[in-house]
């Protein structure tokens, strides 16, 4: 492993993004993986104090939906422990949103506006308090940040000739990103994971390229994924330079 | 101990004496009222 690593963006959205990593181990992505989904915090709703609920369902049952409401999570100005409170207040007839709920901060809020939390009735009325703790996926799965992290191989295609005018035509599949002979690097969906759009009539092989992962990360909205990413690798390095000291003589 | 008549809908004071009945309407279901408390709930 080299102390430099090539990180590049594939794809790029709001939510998710496919990072093209050259210089890894498999030990240290999976480090990374691991890290993204239970080692950077994120607030959640931790406790909730129930003035009035008169909706169908029970304090712990509307409780247990609350702490799976995304919060967005601004980590430079909290550390792990700290609380930020919210308030619902609302009477039926309709629904209650994650919307609905009002903050402390503003920047500690709902990552999505439209979760139902509950359906009222006529008559029927929610009303809460809400603490929010930061804390990390480690301790309670609410509080990951990312929900869908993992990562492959990148696949060099090299074109090694023609297919022959008989030859069996069954399909190339290949999935996630590859590299072609001329460096490009394109997702599979383009051809519909199918190397034979790619390359119609020709002979290819596919090999895994030594070192490089392509990681696919989805934010559950609370982080960005680049602040998601490099607050994973900060955690692995904390706890690195960690055992570094533990181990000193 | 507060209830509610689930016919008549007022509210009804129990005491030891005098049974389960509303004293009201002579209805013999009564439900139970939620606490006016604020219950605290731990999110696990």
Redesign the interface.
Known sequence: MTDQFDVSFVTREERSARLLIRGLTPATANGVRRAMIADVPTF???????????SVMF??MV??R??LVPLTTPLEDYEVGDTVTLALQKTGPGVAYSGDLETADDRVQPADDDIPIIELKEGQRLEFEADAVLDTGKE?A?HQGGVAVGYRHLQRVRVVGDRQEFDDPEPQIVRGVIETEDGDVVHTDEFDNDLRNRYPGKEVAVEDVPGAFVFHVESDGSLSVEELFVRAVDSLRDRADELAEAVAI | MTYKCSRCKRDVQLDEYGGVRCPYCGHRVLLKERAPDVKEVDVV
Not at chain 1, 44 to 54: A, L, P
Request: negative net charge.
């Open positions: 959640s709703i931790d406790t909730v104090r129930f003035v009035e609920n008169s304090d712990e409780g247990l609350l702490g309670h609410k």
